[in-house]
């Protein structure tokens, strides 16, 4: 692995959509200098859902422990997450747990990993949440996906507010429709055509890493 010099970033949920598309435009933005790295993880390399193994990952890329780089991570992206639909009548209590576990519970894991190793490395990082429209209000069918994604926007605005005196912001994206293999395979009918590509939202994720000075805090709509 080449030794870089600064600006890595953690990203989950990266082996498609979003979270490939940011992890491919933080590497392609600077691949002629060599300044940038991203250390990606799916629940396939390490589990979200899994507090103690995320502190350790974590702990590991602060600590340049299996990674060859100078600088700590200054951002963590949480965009990893599951969707399956369903009523209430339809959706098995296995099911509704399971989008709990990785949409939020995983969030959290992520977060209180690299919060506690920021404050203990003394890194003013930040956290991109990408949760989603569909925790803005009822979604028929939507039930659980919907309810986990409002807890996800209601954690990132908390968080927030927590992490101020230490220097940390959070930022709370809700994408609208974009054409992922996961919207091909919730709504196959769609006008993908004509709608927000993973890259859209992949650029304004790395603007925020970049800068993103006063969007802290606060619910941000990306959508066409």
């Known amino acids: ?6 600006k890595h970033i953690i990203v989950t949920g990266t082996s498609r959509g979003i979270g490939h598309e940011i992890t491919k435009k933080w590497f392609d933005s600077s691949k002629n200098n060599e300044t940038r790295m991203s250390f990606t993880i799916s629940r396939n ?4 859902t899994n507090y103690e193994n995320m502190k350790s990952f974590i702990y590991d890329c602060f600590n340049d422990k299996n990674y060859n780089y100078k600088e700590k991570p200054i951002a963590l992206v949480n965009n990893a997450g599951v969707i399956e639909l369903g009523n209430i009548l339809e959706l098995s209590t296995e099911s509704w747990k399971k989008q709990f576990d ?3 519970n995983g969030m959290f894991n992520c977060s209180k990993a690299y919060v506690e190793s920021c404050i203990k ?13 569909a925790g803005l209000g009822a979604r028929t ?10 807890a996800a926007i209601n954690f990132s605005l908390s968080l927030s507010k927590e992490l101020k005196e230490y ?13 992922t293999d996961m919207r091909h ?3 196959p009918d769609d006008d993908f055509e004509n709608m927000m590509k993973p890259c859209n939202v992949a650029n304004f994720v790395i603007d925020l890493i970049e800068d993103g000075e006063y969007l802290d805090g606060q619910i941000l709509e990306v959508k066409r």
Do not use: E, Q
């Open 102 to 104: 990785v949409n939020i």
């Open 45 to 48: 390399d390490n589990d979200i």
């Open 121 to 133: 490395n003394k890194v003013k990082g930040k956290i991109i949440n990408i949760c989603s429209t």
């Open 185 to 187: 395979y919730i709504n």
């Open 167 to 179: 220097g940390i912001k959070v930022y709370c994206v809700c994408p609208g429709a974009v054409d």
């Open 141 to 150: 069918g939507y039930s659980a996906y919907a309810a986990s994604k409002a």
């Open 1 to 6: 692995m080449i030794r870089l010099n600064k």
